[in-house]
């Protein structure tokens, strides 16, 4: 009776082992391609192609669709969307970093409720296992897909009109393509803008 307890522990030590050493592949992989954000985009764009391709070609599984749709929807609103929400901080006393909402306020960075790796890696997992599912007959589910796409377009433009009512209400734009970059000081210790 030892001897199968043993083997057991055994055989449950080496799925372990072997577990932990593929996450610790995993997250190598995802370390050295952090810097690379407009090569991890452009794979991320391709998965989705390939599965708009995979729901062309074998009309269906529109169901999986409008889910990943609204859940790609869900992770770039919380990429848009402060980290502390300028319209929640009315109501706290708390005295914890904000937007500034007047031109003679201490600037302060625009920080992600969902930072951009995480947003990029959730869309890649989300979009591996629509596809994943596309494999199995019983998600497909029969439905009226034109009902699904004027439900995702009348929700994406509800959603999109608040994001940018809010923007404009609490003064913050999400992105960084025109705020200046500083490099460094030259000799005489005065600051170079770059251009």
Known sequence: MQDFTSDSNTQQSTVSLAFL?????????LDDITPFRTARWIGALVFVLLFMIRIIMLQGWYIITYALGIYHLNLFIAFLTPKIDPAMDEFEDDSGPSLPTRANEEFRPFI????????????????????????????DVPVFWPILVLYFIVLFCITMKRQIMHMIRYRYLPFTHSKPKYQGHDESGKVIRAK
Not at 112 to 125: A, H
């Open 112 to 139: 992600r409720r969902l930072p951009e790796f995480k947003f990029w890696y959730s869309v890649i997992k989300s979009t591996l296992l629509s596809i994943f599912l596309t494999f199995f007959q019983f998600f």
């Open 21 to 29: 050493r593929l996450s610790q592949k995993l997250q190598k992989f």
